[in-house]
């Protein structure tokens, strides 16, 4: 079965770094894209970065461009997000999500909640 485990969330201040990761499991990594979603307290879900398969390919969302960078170890079935220059507005619980195809998204892991604050 498919399992998702995000870690590396935490609070941290404005201005600051994290880096979250994803062990991903019971699939084969290296032949899916893969996917950030977060969602803010109060607020809906927003996509925030996609990688194809090999990790040629990224893509992040205007809000986090220049900030954030994805990219995935396909060796360690591992995908990665580095944050920085961090804002209040990117507190949030962030998921890593498995492509499911066809415009789609598969399955969720459980979310790694990031709080930057003062």
């Known amino acids: 079965d498919v399992q998702l485990v995000e870690s590396g969330g935490g609070l941290v201040q404005p201005g600051g770094s994290l880096r979250l990761s994803c062990a991903a499991s019971?699939?084969?990594?290296?032949?899916?894209?893969m996917f950030w979603v977060r969602r803010a307290p109060g607020k809906g879900l927003e996509w925030v970065s996609t990688i194809n398969i090999d990790g040629g390919y990224q893509r992040v969302a205007d809000s986090v461009k220049g900030r954030f960078t994805i990219s995935r170890d396909n060796a360690k079935n591992t995908l990665h997000l580095q944050m920085t220059s961090l804002k209040a507005d990117d507190t949030a619980v962030y998921y890593c999500?498995?492509?499911?195809?066809?415009?789609?998204?598969?399955?969720w892991g459980q979310g790694t909640q990031v709080t930057v604050s003062s």
């Open positions: 019971g699939f084969g990594f290296s032949n899916f894209w």
């Open positions: 999500v498995r492509d499911g195809g066809w415009g789609l998204f598969g399955d």
